[in-house]
């Protein structure tokens, strides 16, 4: 029930990497014989069939070690190299760590940071946006599906806008592509971060689309040496992971409209046994939502304690895994407290993530297990000992 987390590699893409190990380790850089040529065939192979899924050409596809890696380019990259133009960012308050974190660092060196709240289904204003714009904005980011709580944002809308205004759109896609639909063209994006492993691909390799004409996007590569990804993300390319990242979005594009249906009839029966439990709250937008996120508040129940309680049969999580990677961020989500949850309840929130291989009979175990362990909880430790706790 983790799957925002990662997903497991799908077997198909194992297969698809395992000969790049062995039989054809070349490096695809090495242009004199055959080892090379075969591993740089991959590797373009690869290229093509991200590109194709997303509506980008290849030479727009950089590799990179993960979405974290491609969001620090991508906002780094810009705001250092069109410094002499603006050093005005836009962001919302909902990011990923690797977007926020990369801000606060901005701001640090001098950039100056508007970070827009979002409503309570965790949508932000675009006229929020539209108003926030400056003549010294360089760039604006915002996020296309949200890590907690599933929110789609309106990405096409914002694009448009960016567009019309010449600032340069990035949005982290990490969480969509390979769930939603994604057309780089038709909704203005100009540069977008995805990760492998998110799609049943393996981990530590990721992508930044960098839109090459309408316009060109200029980087400052944050890796220099060798000149590898036209010279925007130097060293040795890991030939076997881009082989299964290919793969990967490939599977997940053939399947797309299957695999939404299928999980979410299999989201949705959970959230209905949820809601039949007592002081339930469905976080994230109704219905622009991804089809397997269910982020659910069960008031009373601290998470802690509920995933304390399921350790050995469910695996869940409270929020972002790369939140909860820094013991000193605070045990609060600051997505839930920007859709307007009170740290208390924000506390009593647990993310379920479902995926390519849940099935139903996973699903029902689930909502048993969840049902049972909520109201134990709530029998042990009435509002009066939660409400007691605080003051302590
Ligand atoms: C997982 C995730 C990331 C980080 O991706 P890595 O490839 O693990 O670095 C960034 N943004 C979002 C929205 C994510 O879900």
Same mark, same amino acid.
């Given at each position: ?15 698809? *990497? ?46 990179? !070690? ?6 620090? &380019? ?23 760590? @690797?977007?926020?974190?990369? =801000? ?8 100056? +940071?508007? =970070?827009?709240?979002?409503? #309570?289904?965790?949508?932000?204003? +675009? $006229? $929020? ?31 448009? &806008? =960016? ?23 038709? *909704? ?12 049943? #691909? ?31 993300? @130097? ?48 976080? #994230? ?13 069960? !008031? ?5 304690? &509920? ?9 869940? @999580? ?21 859709? #307007? &949850?009170? $740290?208390?309840?924000?506390? =009593? ?13 996973? +699903? ?29």
């Amino acid at each position: 029930m983790d799957y925002h987390a990662t997903t497991p590699v799908d077997q198909r893409v194992v297969d698809a *990497m395992m000969p790049y190990f062995t039989a054809h380790f070349g490096n695809a850089a090495s242009k004199q014989h055959s080892y090379g040529w075969t591993a740089e065939a991959a590797v373009e192979h690869a290229r093509q069939t991200i590109a194709r899924t997303i509506n980008a050409d290849a030479n727009e596809i950089i590799f990179t !070690s993960g979405a974290t890696e491609s969001n620090n &380019l991508a906002l780094k990259g810009v705001a250092e190299n069109f410094r002499s133009r603006g050093n005005h960012i836009i962001t919302v308050q909902t990011e990923h760590r @690797s977007v926020l974190d990369v =801000c606060r660092n901005l701001e640090e060196r001098g950039f100056e +940071v508007t =970070c827009l709240p979002v409503d #309570g289904n965790g949508l932000v204003n +675009v $006229d $929020d946006i539209r108003r926030a714009m400056t003549a010294g904005t360089i760039l604006v980011s915002v996020m296309m599906a949200n890590n907690e709580i599933g929110t789609i944002a309106p990405i096409a809308e914002i694009g448009k &806008l =960016c567009a019309e205004h010449g600032i340069i759109f990035h949005t982290d896609a990490t969480q969509a592509v390979g769930k939603i639909s994604v057309d780089v063209q038709a *909704m203005n994006i100009h540069l977008m971060s995805f990760s492998a492993h998110k799609v049943y #691909g393996p981990k530590g390799i990721g992508a930044l689309y960098v839109r090459s004409k309408n316009p060109y996007v200029k980087l400052l590569p944050q890796i220099d040496g060798g000149g590898h990804e036209r010279g925007m993300r @130097s060293g040795t390319l890991n030939v076997p992971a881009i082989v299964g990242f290919g793969k990967a979005v490939q599977l997940a594009a053939e399947n797309l409209e299957n695999e939404s249906a299928r999980i979410s009839r299999l989201r949705n029966m959970l959230e209905h046994r949820f809601m039949n439990i007592e002081e339930t709250r469905i976080n #994230g937008h109704p219905a622009m939502r991804l089809h397997n996120n269910l982020n659910v508040t069960f !008031s009373n129940v601290p998470a802690d304690d &509920l995933m304390m309680a399921l350790r050995n049969d469910v695996a869940l @999580s409270s929020g972002s895994a790369c939140t909860s990677a820094d013991p000193e961020a605070g045990k609060v989500s600051h997505v839930l407290k920007a859709i #307007g &949850l009170d $740290d208390e309840h924000a506390r =009593c929130s647990v993310r379920f993530g479902l995926g390519r291989f849940t099935t139903e009979e996973e +699903v029902r175990f689930v909502a048993e297990r969840v049902t049972k362990a909520v109201e134990e909880i709530r029998r042990k430790s009435p509002a009066r000992l939660i409400a007691e706790r605080e003051l302590a």
